[in-house]
């Protein structure tokens, strides 16, 4: 068939550009007679074009000089463990902001290795709203603050950095809304995310970290999950997952033709106030119950007014050439995911189905 | 340029018809309207996909009931660690049959979780020649056996399967001769491979447990680097590598219409008894110094009788659409990666070089 509008909450919509050069080049790759699959990640080619991508995404993010930039594999859930083996001592602490499913999950994968302070939590408000910096219990001893500015399941998100002071390094799990738009990222000691939203296939992970925080001891661990030892290798420690840092390298191409990261937000809250604005005129026929202010640019969440109507509406949206529009199993209702490469036509078209439907089965 | 002659150690060389129809559908997969990396781990075509792929798998190897396949991330590399985490308690041994550079490597980053027994090593006969059954040591009492059945750097691969008993679990990284030749599962108590040699691109690890294995405590870790964890999840505890996963179901499928591990081995047994042959054959212009009872099939060393030649003959062999033929930095000289995927015509395309080359520069 032909190409569809993706709305799918990861692994995501790719840019079609992207897509296009990785077919055209896929069998031989950069005049090697050979695809980039098939290349020595200590080959001149390989190791240019990974240069390459590492300094588009440092121009992209404004990454300063004293923050190393790393591909590493495992998805974002590993590094749930690994940080804090890395960034904590055996007998260190570190605050975790729980504000949805996923820094839930941060915060429990990561008690095998540091001793996990939940600083905060919007728990017993379903999640609903993120929880207001002055309720957070930051420990000034803790090795670092841990939170996740984009909650892909609850569909709320920070839209502003908070403010931790310089004392303890703010970690944050970007994977859903990294280079969705401009960031400070000098607020950050280290910043991850899984590649499989906003920036290529699933199986890397990019990683930003500032080099002070390398030096850190952590706790004793195989060389291989020390990002220190990463960091020496240029990534490079084993074969890194070639596929995946190629995509990314394309991405990161594509999104400086675009004009980077000040396109994608004024292009992502188009997107999010036309798909919000169509759910909150719709007199509850859709409903969307995240606080306003904490509502994610990324993952619309909504639910139809009545549930018996949740098989036509996938069933008819799919039909109509919008793919994976059902929400997460564990709330139910309609997710609509709306990174980078999700252009401003397909909500256009989401919102128009949608307006349809209401009309053909009010 | 038009597609050359590949011999990477890898990542390496893949099927053509596998790189053909991976471009052919990559916009559009399985009839979706989106490409296969742009799809939901969790939607009905991509578990369809992921559990044709194990089966075909299980098929080509003839794995038995009682073994878990997982697809995994983080190459070999990290599975030196986590394989003694899940399998050795605090106070556990295992033993290391250290027979060239990755089965080192491998003792050196499981030292982390585990007692390291070296129970046999050739590193006093510089990995020329295998350590000889009789002279390893083995702890009856140890966690598991490991060793590597091919060593890409050294060129040196067992060509039967060793007996440890029953009593441990022998464990073999077969990162680079997996698939190459039949082999009997049952004997092994864990099977792992990195797929950038003989399965698909890196990123992506395949591993054959006996599960009774999962059931070992290990020790305490984070559930994302537990083997049951993944296990129970069908290798979807978090978003595997889906586009690795895929293009290793690829080549499961074109190893079955090809003939199976059989025919693997019939054409691999060919291609490394033609080289082998010209080299002894050359007069000494050319050497392979590994016994020629351990020599492998996937890795085929060899130097020039003078290394003031090396560079013309990488020069004129890269010209000539030969790729990738230098060797290991650590060893010098060149190298002949075989692997499934590399045809009986690659070799025979390199065996008319090197006479050719002899000719010229004699």
């Given at each position: 068939?032909?190409?569809?509008?993706n709305?799918?909450?990861?692994?995501?919509?790719?840019?079609?550009a992207?897509?296009?050069?990785?077919?055209?080049?896929?069998?031989?790759?950069?005049?090697?007679?050979?695809?980039?699959?098939?290349?020595?990640?200590?080959?001149?080619?390989f190791?240019?074009m990974?240069?390459?991508?590492?300094?588009?995404?440092?121009a992209?993010?404004?990454?300063?000089?004293?923050?190393?930039?790393?591909?590493?594999?495992?998805?974002?859930?590993?590094?749930?463990?690994?940080?804090?083996?890395?960034?904590?001592?055996?007998?260190?602490?570190?605050?975790?902001?729980?504000?949805?499913?996923?820094?839930?999950?941060?915060?429990?994968?990561?008690?095998?290795?540091?001793?996990?302070?939940?600083?905060?939590?919007?728990?017993?408000?379903?999640?609903?709203?993120?929880?207001?910096?002055?309720?957070?219990?930051?420990?000034?001893?803790?090795?670092?603050?841990h939170?996740?500015?984009?909650?892909?399941?609850?569909?709320?998100?920070?839209h502003d950095?908070?403010?931790?002071?310089?004392?303890?390094?703010?970690?944050?799990?970007?994977?859903?809304?990294?280079?969705s738009?401009?960031?400070?990222?000098?607020?950050?000691?280290?910043?991850?995310?899984?590649?499989?939203?906003?920036?290529?296939?699933?199986?890397?992970?990019?990683?930003?970290?500032?080099?002070?925080?390398?030096?850190?001891?952590?706790?004793?661990?195989?060389?291989?999950?020390?990002?220190?030892?990463?960091?020496?290798?240029?990534?490079?420690?084993?074969?890194?997952?070639?596929?995946?840092?190629?995509?990314?390298?394309?991405?990161?191409?594509?999104?400086?033709?675009?004009?980077?990261?000040?396109?994608?937000?004024?292009?992502?809250?188009?997107?999010?106030?036309?798909?919000?604005?169509?759910?909150?005129?719709?007199?509850?026929?859709y409903?969307?119950?995240?606080d306003?202010?904490?509502?994610?640019?990324?993952?619309?969440?909504?639910d139809?007014?009545?549930?018996?109507?949740?098989?036509?509406?996938?069933?008819?949206?799919?039909?109509?050439?919008?793919?994976?529009?059902?929400?997460?199993?564990?709330?139910?209702?309609?997710?609509?995911?709306?990174?980078?490469?999700?252009?401003?036509?397909?909500?256009?078209?989401?919102?128009?189905?949608?307006?349809?439907?209401?009309?053909?089965?009010?």
């Amino acid at each position: 068939m032909s190409r569809v509008w993706n709305f799918s909450a990861g692994p995501a919509a790719l840019p079609p550009a992207v897509l296009e050069r990785a077919q055209r080049e896929l069998l031989d790759w950069n005049g090697s007679g050979a695809s980039v699959m098939e290349q020595s990640h200590r080959g001149k080619r390989f190791i240019a074009m990974a240069a390459q991508a590492e300094a588009d995404l440092r121009a992209l993010m404004e990454v300063p000089a004293d923050y190393a930039v790393l591909f590493l594999q495992g998805g974002a859930t590993q590094h749930f463990a690994q940080i804090p083996m890395n960034l904590a001592g055996p007998d260190d602490s570190a605050d975790y902001i729980v504000s949805g499913h996923w820094s839930a999950k941060a915060a429990s994968e990561a008690g095998a290795y540091v001793r996990v302070n939940v600083a905060a939590s919007s728990a017993a408000d379903d999640y609903l709203k993120l929880p207001p910096r002055d309720s957070w219990r930051l420990d000034p001893r803790a090795a670092y603050v841990h939170y996740t500015p984009n909650e892909t399941i609850h569909g709320v998100e920070f839209h502003d950095v908070p403010d931790v002071g310089d004392a303890v390094p703010l970690v944050a799990d970007l994977s859903s809304n990294i280079l969705s738009g401009p960031l400070d990222v000098s607020r950050f000691g280290l910043i991850y995310a899984g590649a499989q939203k906003n920036i290529g296939p699933s199986g890397l992970v990019v990683m930003i970290i500032r080099r002070d925080l390398l030096q850190r001891a952590g706790r004793p661990m195989a060389r291989i999950f020390r990002y220190a030892e990463h960091a020496a290798a240029d990534s490079m420690l084993n074969t890194p997952n070639t596929w995946g840092w190629y995509l990314a390298g394309l991405t990161f191409q594509w999104l400086l033709e675009q004009g980077g990261v000040a396109a994608m937000a004024d292009l992502n809250r188009a997107k999010a106030g036309l798909l919000y604005g169509a759910i909150d005129g719709s007199d509850g026929y859709y409903r969307n119950p995240v606080d306003p202010a904490a509502r994610s640019r990324m993952n619309v969440r909504f639910d139809l007014h009545d549930t018996a109507l949740d098989a036509a509406f996938l069933q008819e949206s799919e039909a109509a050439g919008l793919l994976a529009l059902k929400g997460h199993k564990a709330l139910g209702g309609m997710r609509a995911s709306l990174y980078n490469a999700v252009p401003l036509a397909a909500v256009e078209a989401l919102v128009e189905f949608m307006g349809d439907f209401a009309r053909r089965h009010g």
